[in-house]
T-cell receptor, first 112, second 110 residues
Framework: NAGVTQTPKFQVLKTGQSMTLQCAQD?????MYWYRQDPGMGLRLIYY???????DKGEVPNGYNVSRLNKREFSLRLESAAPSQTSVYFC???????????FGDGTRLSIL | DAKTTQPPSMDCAEGRAANLPCNHS???????VYWYRQIHSQGPQYIIH???NNETNEMASLIITEDRKSSTLILPHATLRDTAVYYC???????????FGKGTKLTVNP
């Protein structure tokens, strides 16, 4: 019963490198989300996908792109990583947008 | 979405009830109150949510005042594993967004 799986768990990048964070859910959920969490802060929504084939910007989308590859998978891409993007990234999903979200365990990303 | 105000930290003795308050004085009629918690550096975990009536599940109880301007999350018998940051979130029905504040750091002491 995996729930929401994020890969990798840890990653170190150099400024300017590109990276794709992967997220997959096995609960047949329609909606998926990407958040970032900075030290001492709550989570902030980067992008979300209300259903397969749709994506929308959240609170802090600049510097990121997303792909809803299929119903199970929602990836987050950093095209040119910047130190300000050092953060913990969480993926979440729910059956529909008005229902509780289930979160993965996060990807810890450091950009030097 | 309405803003919420929570105390930054609270302590509770193991085995006692933990009562976590949340003020949401600007809540509107179609906004739900959600509670999540985050243990150490794990992903947030859903606890409970409600609109008007009090709610109870296997994890906790949620008490919402009659005017809906505040609520209390109750963990009836806190354990050390309940030490976490607890987030109170107000969310519109049908909205995709969860807006996380800084939450309350609950420490359960032996």
């Amino acid at each position: 019963n995996a729930g929401v799986t994020q890969t990798p768990k840890f990653q170190v990048l150099k400024t300017g490198q590109s990276m794709t964070l992967q997220c997959a859910q096995d609960m047949n959920h329609n909606s998926m989300y990407w958040y970032r969490q900075d030290p001492g802060m709550g989570l902030r929504l980067i992008y979300y996908s209300a259903s397969e084939g749709t994506t929308d910007k959240g609170e802090v989308p600049n510097g990121y792109n997303v792909s809803r590859l299929n119903k199970r998978e929602f990836s987050l891409r950093l095209e040119s990583a910047a130190p300000s993007q050092t953060s913990v990234y969480f993926c979440a999903s729910n059956p529909r947008s008005n229902q509780p979200q289930h979160f993965g365990d996060g990807t810890r990303l450091s950009i030097l | 979405d309405a803003k919420t105000t929570q105390p930054p930290s609270m302590d509770c003795a193991e085995g006692r009830a933990a009562n976590l308050p949340c003020n949401h004085s600007t809540i509107s009629g179609n906004e739900y109150v959600y509670w999540y918690r985050q243990i150490h550096s794990q992903g947030p975990q859903y606890i409970i949510h409600g609109l008007k009536n009090n709610e109870t599940n296997e994890m906790a109880s949620l008490i919402i005042t009659e005017d809906r301007k505040s609520s209390t999350l109750i963990l009836p018998h806190a354990t050390l594993r309940d030490t976490a940051v607890y987030y109170c979130i107000v969310r519109k029905g049908g909205s995709e967004k969860l807006v996380f504040g800084k939450g309350t750091k609950l420490t359960v002491n032996p």
